[in-house]
Structure formats: structure tokens, C-alpha cells
């Protein structure tokens, strides 16, 4: 299902271009002073990567999701942070809008999402339910013509630049295919977002939790095509699985790269560290990893956009993805030896920055548990 054509290849060099020249340069202030990469995002806005996947008649690309795998591959390379809430827009936010809104709220939502003018992001963890949707308390309420939501959602990537917040919520009965999605404006009465500062990693990804305070919405804020509850929700997260993968993949790249070129310039008893076998199997070993798990990762894209199913695959992915990121900034921190810890090396950053992927898309043992039921051939 892997289709790499020429358009392909053509976005990718000028994304990678454009991350080293715009986006590596500001990537390590991003993340002392725990800013918001405003100017960046509003320069991928310029360059139309904001509405890759959105269809053409709503002012998007219409591009296919290995296209936007690609492009945040190679923002997540010089900057996870960056890539993370280009990330969010692509895979949560604007896959929430096009998988659940109908003609109406594709034509109300998507050409402000193509634009740039509005990023979009995803809220369905609580603090009690991070990887239990059966637990998930928010409710939304039927209220005269249209609903009103109460509740706290956490762990919202993106959500501190986000003009549009997709809501995942209950309408009544405590059963998964009771949830619901809503889209909300984060700027209205009852909403409230407190940012998450002081993070391991990921500290410019704009983390934050919400407070819904009996926010009143509109019937069409109500995504029709989530009525069909958990099962039609799923459809997001796996594109969304998409997406930490991507970010994963980007994040070991930029950490095998480092460590590449210290280690052809670092010396130890006369001759360069790349020289002994030990260090050129950290970099065999991980760059198998990333390539395997890249692999995977365009191979779910593909069958998604196919309009297959494609969970098992997604799962795979992004447990390859993470797995081999983990690895990956480990081996490069230790490559660099006492150097990998401290953060005039980017390498230090890199080895952060995976471990706060874990709330995106779900952990390891997860994933594992998705894949193993797969198997199995358990549904829930």
C-alpha cells in the first residue's frame, strides 16, 4: 500500500530545507523558555502545510496522509515541539473534521483550518481516564436547541494555540458508544485552559488542560457522523496514532544525525569514535530501527487513506516508532558521552522529548495490548 511518488519527494526536500533553515534555529530557545512557536507555525501556514489533507474545495491540498507523515517527520527532525502541534492540526484536529463533521461543518470549519487562520486540536484524555475511554466523565447535555458540556480534559497537545477544540464527551448513557464529539471554540464563557509548564519534553508543544464550566453549544457544534459512538471515534485516534509516529520517527532522526557527526570529530586513542565497533552499532542499530518503523508507519498511512481498516497496522506503527525513537536518543546521549547530558547538545532534548511522546497516541504497553488483541481477534 506504500505509494512514494514524485510529489512525494518534492514536498519532502522543500519541508527539509525549510526545517533546517527556519526551524532548527529556534528550537532549543523554544524549549528553555517554554514558548509557543507562533511565528513558525504561521510560516507552515505560508507554505500551505496546514491544509495538506483537506480537500481541495475547502481550500486545502488535498494530499494524502504519507504527505503529512513527511512533513512532520522533517519539522520533527530539528524540532519535536514544532512538530508535534503541526501534528495535532493534521492528524487530530482536521482528521476529527473530516471523519465526523458533515458537508455543512467541513464547509463551516475546514477553509480556516487550511488557511492557518485557526489551528484545530483533539481532547479525550481526563485524568482518570488517559488510555480508559470507558472512563471518560466530561457529559454534554441536550439544552433547549442545542447541549451544554461540563468537565476537565488533560494532556490537549496544541490545545494553548488551538482556535477550535474537537471534545470528546458523554450524551447520556455511562457505554463507549455513547460518546460524543463536539467542537468548541476555546475562547468562549465556561471554557478555561490552563497551561502544563515544566514538562520533561515537548515543553513548546503548547500542553494544556481544560476546564468546561456548562459551555453552551449550538446543535451543529454536535459532529453527526460521531453519533455512531466509540467505533466512529477510533477512526481519529488511529489517524492520530499516525501522527506520535511521525513526530517519533522525526525526533530519532534528528538524534542519529547528531550523534553521527560528534562522533566523526570526537577523538579517543588517536582516532575518531565512528572508528570502533561499539559506536557504529548504536548507528546501524538504530538507524534499522527508524527505517523499519518508517516503513510501517507509510504502510498504515496508505491503508487509511485507502479506506481500509487499518488499526492493527497503525498500533504496529507506532509502537515500531516509538520503540526505535527510545532507542535511538538513548544510544545518541550515550555516543556523546558526558556530553549527551547537558543541553548545549541537542541530543539531550531529543531523549526528552520521546519520553513525553507517551500521552500521544497512547504508551507502548498500549499499543502492544491493541496489537496482541488484533490478533486475537478481540474488538474491544
Known amino acids: 500500500m506504500i505509494r512514494f511518488e514524485e510529489h512525494h519527494q518534492e514536498i519532502r526536500e522543500m519541508i527539509s530545507d525549510f526545517s533546517d533553515e527556519k526551524i532548527a534555529p529556534g528550537a532549543e530557545h523554544l ?10 507555525i504561521g510560516e507552515i501556514a505560508e507554505l500551505e502545510m496546514l491544509g495538506l489533507t483537506i480537500p481541495e474545495e475547502h481550500g486545502g491540498a488535498g494530499l494524502d496522509l504519507l504527505s503529512a507523515c513527511l512533513v512532520v517527520e522533517e519539522i520533527s527532525r530539528n524540532c519535536g515541539s514544532t512538530g508535534a502541534i503541526l501534528a495535532t492540526h493534521l492528524f487530530e484536529g482536521t482528521a476529527a473534521i473530516l471523519r465526523l463533521a458533515d458537508e455543512a461543518g467541513r464547509e463551516r470549519w ?13 481532547a479525550l484524555a481526563e485524568r482518570e481516564a488517559e488510555s480508559d475511554a470507558s472512563a471518560i466523565d466530561a457529559s454534554a447535555g441536550a439544552e433547549g436547541d442545542g447541549f451544554v458540556i461540563h468537565g476537565r480534559k488533560t494532556w490537549i497537545m496544541g490545545g494553548m494555540m488551538a482556535g477550535l477544540t474537537t471534545v470528546i464527551a458523554r450524551r447520556g448513557e455511562d457505554n463507549l458508544e455513547d460518546l460524543g464529539a463536539f467542537v468548541i471554540d476555546p475562547g468562549v464563557d465556561g471554557c478555561e485552559r490552563e497551561p502544563m509548564e515544566d514538562l520533561l519534553g515537548l515543553r513548546g508543544a503548547g500542553f494544556c488542560n481544560m476546564n468546561l464550566n456548562g459551555v453552551m453549544m449550538s446543535a451543529d457544534q454536535h459532529l453527526k ?15 492520530a496514532r499516525l501522527g506520535a509516529a511521525a513526530v517519533s520517527l522525526g525526533v530519532a532522526r534528528g538524534a542519529i544525525a547528531h550523534a553521527l557527526e560528534y562522533s566523526s570529530q570526537r577523538k579517543a586513542f588517536g582516532r575518531s569514535i565512528d572508528r570502533f565497533g561499539a559506536i557504529r552499532a548504536m548507528h546501524a542499530e538504530a538507524a534499522t530501527a527508524v527505517e523499519g518503523a518508517r516503513l510501517l508507519l507509510w504502510r498504515a498511512a496508505g491503508l487509511i487513506d485507502a479506506g481500509k481498516s487499518a488499526g492493527r497496522e497503525v498500533s504496529m506503527a507506532n509502537l515500531a516508532a516509538k520503540q526505535a525513537s527510545y532507542k535511538a536518543t538513548r544510544d545518541a546521549v550515550q555516543i556523546l558521552g558526558g556530553n549527551g547530558y547537558s543541553r548545549e547538545y541537542p541530543v539531550e532534548r531529543a531523549y526528552r522529548d520521546v519520553q513525553a511522546l507517551v500521552p500521544f497516541g497512547g504508551g507502548e504497553d498500549l499499543q502492544k495490548i491493541l496489537v496482541a488483541r488484533s490478533m486475537a481477534g478481540v474488538r474491544s
Open 31 to 40: 524549549d528553555e523558555t517554554q514558548g509557543l512557536p507562533k511565528e513558525s
Open 110 to 122: 475546514l477553509p480556516d483550518m487550511a488557511s492557518g487562520k485557526t489551528l484545530a486540536t483533539f
Open 225 to 239: 457522523g460521531s453519533s455512531a459512538g466509540w467505533s466512529a471515534i477510533t477512526k481519529v485516534i488511529d489517524t
